[in-house]
């Protein structure tokens, strides 16, 4: 099976711009979560969806949105971006999203000038 | 919220040499996961423990499932220059209420000196 894939992987923007990130979870799992990853704050959850739906979520601010696609692919987007949203964000998938273990993709690299 | 304290931070080792790092919590937790990260990429999975007491390797990789189910130890044997990276151990917290998220500790970054 093809593992969680991200796109794109890098990524420059300027602040005020606003950003969409794609994740394709592996074949078969329905659960999409998202984390941010600094260096300063380690691995912040953002929030998950199933069927299409928010199910949980993290303490991030309004410009922090997403959905998920009937397919299971999920995007992000960060609105008006600041320099802080600088860091890698972080896709993973499970069946359920109901404990069972997370699988991750590589990531795509936001850096905000 | 559940945090997951995570030992040592950083460990500077020899090549050959063996490696332990742990994980403690104060809430219970039903899975204990290991995970590695290589910079610049998500992190891959190791071992996943499920049971409490669970003794699970995966090569040179050996990692355990306290009995209090607040624990978690991973050894890493003979240690090579390719183990370099940062291990995190996570799991979702038992009774698992919070859909699609894992707790996460801060990391043991592993340097390994040839």
């Known amino acids: 099976k093809a593992g969680v894939t991200q796109t794109p992987r890098y990524l420059i923007k300027t602040r005020g711009q606003q950003v969409t990130l794609s994740c394709s979870p592996i074949?078969?799992?329905?659960?999409v979560s998202w984390y941010q990853q600094t260096p300063g704050q380690g691995l912040q959850f953002l929030f998950e969806?199933?069927?299409?739906?928010?199910?949980n979520k993290g303490n991030f601010p309004g410009r922090f949105s997403g959905r998920q696609f009937s397919n299971s692919r999920s995007e992000m987007n960060v609105s008006t971006l600041e320099l802080g949203d600088s860091a890698l964000y972080l896709c993973?998938?499970?069946?359920?999203?109901?404990?069972?273990?997370?699988?991750f993709g590589p990531g795509t690299r936001l850096l905000v000038l | 919220g559940q945090q997951l304290n995570q030992s040592p931070q950083s460990m500077f080792i020899q090549e050959g040499e063996d490696v332990s790092m742990n994980c403690t919590s104060s809430?219970?937790?039903?899975?204990w996961l290991w995970y590695k990260q290589d910079p610049g990429e998500g992190p891959v999975l190791l071992i996943a423990?499920?049971?409490?007491?669970e003794l699970t390797s995966n090569g040179r990789l050996t990692a355990q499932f306290g009995i209090t189910r607040k624990d978690s130890f991973l050894n890493i044997s003979a240690s090579i220059p390719s183990d370099v990276g940062i291990y995190f151990c996570?799991?979702?917290?038992?009774?698992?209420?919070?859909?699609?998220?894992?707790?996460f500790g801060d990391g043991t970054t592993l340097t390994v000196k040839p």
């Open positions: 423990l499920y049971k409490a007491g």
């Open positions: 993973a998938s499970t069946l359920q999203g109901m404990g069972e273990t997370q699988y």
């Open positions: 969806y199933f069927s299409e739906t928010q199910r």
């Open positions: 809430s219970i937790f039903n899975t």
């Open positions: 074949s078969g799992h329905r659960s």
């Open positions: 996570a799991g979702p917290v038992y009774p698992n209420t919070n859909a699609g998220k894992s707790t």
